[in-house]
Each structure stands twice: as C-alpha cells, then as structure tokens.
C-alpha cells in the first residue's frame, strides 16, 4: 500500500506541475515577463499543494489505523489473554505472520478470526486513509490552479512553503533531542525512585560508588539479590580511554592539518586526504580486531620487556586504536577550518616580516581556534561514544584505575551489556543502564560547555 501510496503521489505531483506551468503559460499570453512570478513557481506551488496534503494525511492516519486495527483485532480474543502487554504482542505478532501467510503450525479458531478481522480492517483503513490523502490533494490543487493569474504570487507562497518545511526539519531534530532526554529522565527516575525497584541504589550511592557489578541474584539461595551500581569506576575508564585517544589523535590530526593546508602541494594534498578521511569509515568492529590481535599484545610484549604488568586487554591498547579512529575527524574538520581563514590575514603577518611558522602559530591557528576546538570535541564525543573498540580491546572488567596497562570498561559498554537479549523493564539491573545514559549525557553536555568557555576566552577576534 506504501508502494502505491508513493507512486500515486509522485504521479500526481508531476502532472500538477506540468499543469499549473500551462496554466501561468496560458495566462500570461505570451508575455512571460507580465507575470509576478515565473510559470516553474507555480508548477512548484501545486505540486507542494499535492505533496503537503498527501504526506499529512497518511502520516495521521496510518497510526490511527494501526491503532483501531489492533483494538478490533484484540476484541476477537478473551480478556484474560490480552490482559498484559507481552501477551497482547505475542497474539498480535502471530496474528500478522497468519495474515501474512507466515504462520507455521496449527492456527486456532480464534486466532483464525483474529487475522481475519486484522487483513480486513487494516485494508479497509488505509483504503480510506488512501482516498483521503488524493481527495485532499485534488481539492488544494484546484485551488491552486483556480488563483493562478498575472498578478499572484506564486514565488512568495511558494518560499514561505520551504521555510516551513525547514522549520518543521528543525522542529523534528530539536523534538528527537527533547524525546530522547525525557525518555531516559523517566526510566532513570524509575531506576532510582519506584518502590517496586528492588536492589536499586541512591543518587550519592550511584555517583560516588566505587563498585561496579550489576549482576543480581536470580534465586534467594545464590546470596543478596542486590548489586553494585558504582558509578565512578566507569566514569574513569572512559576517561582514561577517551584521553589516551585524543592525545593521540589531537597532536596528529592537527599538525597533519596544518600541514595539509599550509604547507602540501595541490597534488599531495589530493591523494593524501583522502587517504587520511578512509580511516572514518574503517569499521569499528575491524579496528577492535586490530586492538585485540595486533596492538594489545604488542603491548604486552614490550611491556614485559620493560618488567611490567600488562593486562591482555588494557585501555592503552583501545586507547591508542581508538585514536587512530578519530584522527580524521580532528584533521579533516581543522583542515576546513584552517583554510576558511581569510589570506589577507597571512599577507598582513608577511607583510610585518613573520615567518610561516609564525604566521600559522600567531596569526592562523588563533583565528581558526573555535573550529579547532569544535574538531576536538567532535572527536572526543566519538571517541566517548565507541563501544566495539573498548568490548574487544579493553574487556568489561569495571576497575578503578589510572593505570593504562589494566583492563578498564566504559559507560557505553555497559550500557550495551546491560540491554543484552531480551530484558524487563523493571528491575534495577536493566534501568541502570537508562541512569548511565542520563550521566553520560551530563558529561558530554559539560564538555561542551567548557569548550565554549575556552574558545570565548581564547578566541582572536578581528574588527
């Protein structure tokens, strides 16, 4: 239906384009230059009249169908079977594999009825939700086409349909943020305040705790059936790895952008960015393999060498990859920058007798400061964020340390291990993960603000 929905309406949007560029045609006589606005704005204008109404209406009332679709479906079953949520899905679930002919075994009565009720109400629906959406689009084409003239403002309307549109692709980015946050706020106050949480710990016990093991008793004979919601040695094995890496990619990124745009010909410069820009889009899970086969126990070799402990997974190792990682972000993005620095500021630092190296030191790198540092929190971020690199390199073992040679985990890798397989929503091991993302949310939100301090404090500004 989808399908059809789409075809009908890239259908209809071409012919109300065509029509309405005839019409504005028509209209003017010959004497394009008689119209306010060029006959390809109106042609435009009715094909939004078209595409607006269309996507509207669909976007209302599938979810609407969808909603009186499983009511109607759930009407065919007793009350005690779609008494909870699961139960419900379940049903539903076999309900359409049935209806959609992937039912193996043998279907019962009701549930025979059941998809029944479901293909036809669902048809019915977005039948309707079909006839509403062209029903729609033909009556703002028409008055579209009715109001086209020598006089009308098809340019001015049709601008004002863009705006909109980038406001409301705004709205949905600015809303997802907004909806992420309050999703993760309401299940962390679960995890920290609903009474029927057991095992869960305080706000300060979670912040300050210096002990990490979610894992909870499943039966009353295997011990307490509370566990250690630390959140500290986390904390500092994500900012151990995340330092270890950024002081990797930070001086290389940057002296490699300096010289990318200072100082390499146009020839090098075209083959050697690229190059530099493909380790972004190695994947994660072939660099965690790097870490763990090659990096970690060359690691290891050489620190036994020099007489010391190392680990066989350790942050160092997922430090150092993760570094590589996110050189590009850090060279790339200073690279843009760099070069968007205007050229009479290099020709005045010449002119008064400085050298390159200090014209970059003293003149470039202050002017293009915000954007360096937007680089290096772009790439921190990232490098916060990594999981695959941390699972395969540095292990899950919750230590608190500073030191690189032990085995550490993160914040995000808990967060994945923790959401593992299928879970219930109530109890505190599954909804600290929720906790960790609010935190981890706080922290990234700090860094940034610290950025922002640093670059209104440090930044040249010109007049």
């Known amino acids: 239906m989808l399908a059809a929905y789409l075809l009908v309406l890239t259908a209809l949007m071409g012919a109300a384009y065509l029509i309405a560029r005839l019409r504005a045609r028509a209209v003017a006589g010959g004497k394009l230059s008689a119209l306010h606005s060029l006959p390809s704005y109106h042609g435009l204008l009715a094909a939004s009249a078209i595409l607006v109404p269309m996507l509207t209406v669909y976007m209302a009332g599938s979810p609407l169908v969808g909603w009186l679709t ?44 059941g998809a029944e009720v479901f293909a036809t109400t669902n048809r019915i629906g977005m039948l309707a939700v079909f006839a509403g959406g062209v029903v729609a689009a033909l009556a703002a084409f028409g008055w579209i086409w009715s109001h086209i003239s020598i006089s009308y403002r098809a340019r001015n309307r049709f601008e004002r349909v863009v705006k909109l549109a980038l406001m409301a692709c ?51 004979d295997q011990g307490s059936d509370a566990g250690s919601f630390g959140f500290v040695p986390l904390l500092v094995g994500t900012l151990l790895i995340t330092s270890i890496a950024i002081l990797v990619a930070g001086p290389l990124g940057l002296m490699a952008a300096i010289y990318l ?11 050697a960015k690229p190059l530099l820009e493909i380790l972004a889009g190695i994947p994660t899970v072939v660099l ?15 620190g036994e060498a020099l007489g010391l402990t190392v680990a066989s997974e350790s942050a160092l190792a997922a430090g150092l990859v993760m570094g590589m990682m996110i050189i590009p972000f850090v060279s790339s993005l200073s690279d843009d920058v760099i070069n968007a620095v205007p050229r009479s500021m290099r020709d005045g630092s010449y ?19 915000p954007g360096v ?50 879970q219930e929503f109530d109890s ?34 010109y007049v």
């Open 70 to 113: 499983e009511a109607r479906t759930m009407e065919q079953f007793p009350a005690a079977l779609t008494a909870g949520s699961l139960q419900r899905g379940a049903i539903l679930r076999d309900v359409v594999n049935l209806a959609a002919g992937q039912y193996s075994g043998d279907a019962s009565a009701e549930l025979r009825r």
């Open 170 to 220: 705004a709205a949905v980015a600015v809303l997802t943020t907004f909806g992420i946050v309050l999703s993760v706020l309401g299940e962390t106050y679960r995890f920290f305040f609903d009474p029927g949480i057991k095992g869960k710990p305080t706000v300060p016990e979670f912040l300050f705790g210096t002990s990490w093991s979610p894992q909870t008793a499943l039966r009353p």
């Open 261 to 271: 745009s200072e100082y390499a010909g146009p020839r090098f410069r075209a083959v």
């Open 288 to 302: 965690g393999f790097f870490a763990a086969l090659t990096v970690a126990p060359l690691i290891r070799s050489w």
């Open 351 to 369: 002119g008064i007798g400085a050298t390159k190296s200090e014209t970059i030191r003293l003149v470039v790198l202050p002017a293009a400061l």
């Open 373 to 422: 540092v937007s680089a290096f929190m772009l790439a921190i971020s990232r490098a916060i964020g990594e999981t695959m690199i941390v699972v395969m390199a540095a292990g899950l073992a919750a230590n608190l340390t500073i030191n690189p040679l032990s085995a550490v985990t993160t914040i995000t890798v808990q967060i994945a291990s923790l959401l593992v397989g299928d």
């Open 428 to 461: 505190a091991k599954t909804l600290a993960a929720f906790a960790l993302g609010f935190a981890l949310f706080f922290i990234t939100l700090a860094l940034n603000f610290i950025a922002l301090r640093v670059v209104n404090r440090y930044r040249e500004r």
